[in-house]
């Protein structure tokens, strides 16, 4: 619909591939209880989706962190701004991501996690865009590869707007974005219908 914006995953093959990776984790955690680790604020929707999936007596929690490095790039360092509510000492943990790019800040922060003894610690990413990828990574539950492009909805952002689209966009540019926001506004979410059913927007 837009040189700006494109349909990179509909709704619907979000949605069809979080059952998917309920179902494994579901399988491969039978009898344990896993806490999933959400890192706020991008993965919160992937997780609130994931979550109800699972069938499992799970917990959640939640870390809020900033990177930080030298010069403009991020160095993979981070600043913890919240963290766990409840100690992950002998628990199974499994860390939900929205996206994983160079894996700089996710590798610093798996180092921080095992510092404080886990039984086990495994990483669900909804994307993965591995042809940035710095340092090796295992990702045990991987939903969507994601093309080398930036992009926005399901709980990804662009100055904190547009997390709230059902599907996930591709864009040409931010400054693109920035310059012609009215681009996203066919994809927002739009009134309930009258049976109450939402209208998602094109796909």
């Not at 591995?130 to 990804?156: A, M, N, Q």
Request: hydrophobic share 40%.
């Amino acid at each position: 619909m837009s040189d700006v914006a494109t349909v990179l995953f509909p709704a619907p093959a979000i949605q069809g591939r979080v059952r998917e990776l309920g179902g494994a984790i579901t399988a491969d955690y039978a009898g344990r209880s896993p806490v999933l680790i959400s890192i706020l604020k991008g993965g919160v929707i992937f997780l609130a989706d994931l979550i109800r999936v699972i069938d499992l007596p799970l917990r959640v929690d939640f870390m809020s962190i900033s990177s930080y490095g030298g010069g403009s790039k991020a160095s993979g360092v981070v600043r913890i701004l919240k963290d766990l509510d409840q100690d992950i000492g002998g628990e199974d943990v499994i860390v939900v991501e929205d996206i994983i790019d160079t894996g700089l800040t996710l590798s610093y922060l798996l180092g921080t996690l095992w510092s404080r003894e886990p039984a086990s610690l495994e990483v669900c990413a909804l994307l993965d865009k591995s042809v940035r990828r710095i340092p090796p990574l295992t990702i045990k539950y991987r939903g969507l590869e994601c093309p080398d492009r930036f992009v926005v909805g399901y709980g990804l952002d662009h100055n904190e707007r547009y997390r709230n689209l059902s599907m996930i966009l591709a864009v040409d540019s931010q400054t693109s974005l920035t310059e012609h926001p009215e681009t996203i506004l066919p994809y927002l979410p739009r009134p309930l219908d009258p049976q109450g059913l939402e209208a998602v927007g094109p796909e």
